[in-house]
């Protein structure tokens, strides 16, 4: 009779059952054969009834739990509002109008950013298909008259004092930009700080948030000349997750990640399952490249109850890019009932051709290569090598020659026209021409991959 499940599975099938409940009461309280939009029910206001009255319970980002009835009294309340199925897209146009604010490495923070958050309506329904598809131009008129009847006041909050926006905006159907200030340089080091701007309608500010301009910052802790960062005394409950941040030092590029057991009252408290998730980003890679995933458990392998100290440490190590953010996430297995105290540290070490210890990158932009290049045309090749981040005593080297770099000119090239009547110039008249390069190429092992460069 009783079942204790958890995860998206429950939650998921959980959730579509109370949106089905507010469907249906619906159709059954209001209808849905109304010829005024506003009595249609639609996805864009199920959204705003369920985000508007979801129950707070100090998630991170924000994320509640849906409140069935008062999403229910939220429609009613609501029903005749002309531009309730109105949503709004959010984009900075500094960061390639991405949907909100993120700052996650070291210079991202080092100073206030001033960033234009451009707001804009998007009416149900694409203005363009309505036109094309309605027959007798009725949808797609009514759909054009309410875009020029929009405006919308709208009052700007920010949710933290280091968010500073204008007070008010006005948007019309084109949307509108503002300006916010981000200042994150007095935010703690190492710790996940998250924010947000609410735009309310001023003729209805108990409608809640009409949109949400989330902003994230993920300030990293700088590391100092021992290379070496400490996060002592770290007290996990049942289902806690701790995060912290670490700035990877310029030239590191190796990072040795500890656990060690640290319980006031070990006599007490039995050894726990631990999860390590590390991870950093790197343009242009998959998340999986700079990623560090295990699971440990960490106490006194013979524990007693009433006796023992749980004393115990795990070790693991993951490649690393300096200059960009290293997210060092530590959780207990859910379920675990005691608190537990433990000790991690993040050590750097890295050694490199000199002369690449100065950037975080190479010159392809993927991060520090390890590589070297040798030139086959001189018998000996000197490389030398730098420790930018700390002094190395004991190095083995070892050296595999595992990539082949080959020019190679083509065997035959062919200039002819396009052949198609739209290539010619506009103003002379003149066809176009192609040029065709044919290479030769053999391969002739099957375990060998291969990757062709055009230069520019």
Same mark, same amino acid.
């Given at each position: 009779r009783l079942h204790l499940a958890n995860g998206t599975s429950m939650s998921s099938p959980n959730l579509c059952g109370c949106l089905a409940l507010l469907v249906s009461a619906w159709k059954q309280e209001l209808g849905d054969d109304s010829p005024d939009p506003?009595?249609?029910? !639609?996805?864009?206001?199920?959204?705003?009834?369920?985000?508007? +009255?979801? *129950?707070?319970?100090?998630?991170?980002?924000? @994320?509640?739990?849906?409140?069935?009835? @008062?999403?229910?009294?939220?429609?009613? *309340?609501?029903?005749?509002?002309?531009?309730?199925?109105?949503?709004?897209?959010?984009?900075?146009?500094?960061?390639?109008? !991405?949907? &909100?604010?993120?700052?996650?490495?070291?210079?991202?923070?080092?100073?206030?950013?001033?960033?234009?958050?451009?707001?804009?309506?998007?009416?149900? &329904?694409?203005?363009?298909?309505?036109?094309?598809?309605?027959?007798?131009?009725?949808?797609?008129?009514?759909?054009?008259?309410?875009?020029?009847?929009?405006?919308?006041?709208?009052?700007?909050?920010?949710?933290?004092?280091?968010?500073?926006?204008?007070?008010?905006?006005?948007?019309?159907?084109?949307?509108?930009?503002?300006?916010?200030?981000?200042?994150?340089?007095?935010?703690?080091?190492?710790?996940?700080?998250?924010?947000?701007?609410?735009?309310?309608? !001023? +003729?209805?500010?108990?409608? &809640?948030?009409?949109?949400?301009?989330?902003? +994230?910052?993920?300030?990293?802790?700088?590391?100092?000349?021992?290379?070496?960062?400490?996060?002592?005394?770290?007290?996990?409950?049942?289902?806690?997750?701790?995060?912290?941040?670490?700035?990877?030092?310029?030239?590191? +590029?190796?990072?040795?990640?500890?656990?060690?057991?640290?319980?006031?009252?070990?006599?007490?408290?039995?050894?726990?399952?631990?999860?390590?998730?590390?991870?950093?980003?790197a343009r242009h890679e998959r998340f999986t490249k700079y990623q560090l995933k295990a699971r440990v458990n960490i106490g006194h392998p013979s524990y007693v109850s009433g006796a023992g100290s749980a004393e115990q440490s795990y070790t693991n190590s993951m490649d690393v890019i300096g200059g960009a953010t290293l997210e060092v996430c530590v959780a207990p297995f859910w379920s675990q009932l005691d608190a537990h105290e433990i000790d991690v540290s993040v050590e750097f070490n890295g050694i490199m051709p000199a002369g690449s210890e100065h950037t975080g990158v190479s010159a392809d932009g993927h991060g520090i290569s390890s590589g070297i290049v040798v030139n086959g045309n001189y018998l000996v090749s000197r490389t030398d090598f730098v420790a930018p981040v700390r002094p190395e005593y004991e190095i083995k080297p070892d050296a595999t020659l595992d990539t082949l770099r080959k020019s190679l000119r083509p065997v035959e090239a062919t200039i002819s026209p396009t052949g198609s009547e739209r290539d010619v110039h506009l103003t002379t008249g003149v066809m176009i021409q192609k040029l065709v390069l044919e290479y030769k190429l053999e391969i002739k092992s099957d375990n060998t991959s291969l990757r062709l460069r055009m230069p520019a």
């Open positions: 506003a009595l249609k029910i !639609s996805p864009y206001r199920i959204k705003n009834a369920i985000v508007a +009255t979801a *129950k707070q319970f100090g998630d991170e980002l924000g @994320a509640g739990l849906v409140q069935t009835d @008062a999403a229910w009294q939220y429609l009613k *309340k609501h029903a005749e509002r002309r531009y309730e199925d109105v949503e709004y897209t959010v984009r900075i146009a500094e960061a390639n109008n !991405s949907r &909100g604010i993120y700052l996650r490495d070291a210079e991202d923070s080092a100073c206030a950013r001033h960033l234009q958050v451009l707001v804009a309506p998007m009416f149900p &329904g694409d203005a363009r298909a309505k036109l094309e598809h309605d027959s007798d131009g009725v949808r797609g008129e009514t759909q054009s008259q309410a875009k020029f009847d929009y405006e919308q006041r709208v009052i700007l909050v920010p949710s933290a004092p280091w968010v500073r926006v204008p007070e008010a905006l006005y948007v019309s159907s084109e949307g509108r930009a503002f300006s916010a200030k981000v200042d994150a340089t007095q935010l703690e080091p190492g710790r996940l700080h998250v924010a947000s701007i609410q735009g309310f309608d !001023s +003729t209805c500010v108990d409608r &809640g948030p009409i949109f949400t301009v989330p902003i +994230t910052v993920t300030k990293p802790l700088p590391v100092d000349a021992s290379a070496c960062v400490r996060f002592s005394d770290l007290r996990f409950l049942p289902t806690e997750v701790v995060r912290r941040f670490v700035a990877v030092p310029y030239g590191a +590029t190796k990072a040795h990640i500890t656990i060690r057991a640290n319980n006031a009252a070990a006599n007490s408290s039995a050894p726990a399952m631990f999860y390590l998730h590390c991870l950093q980003l």
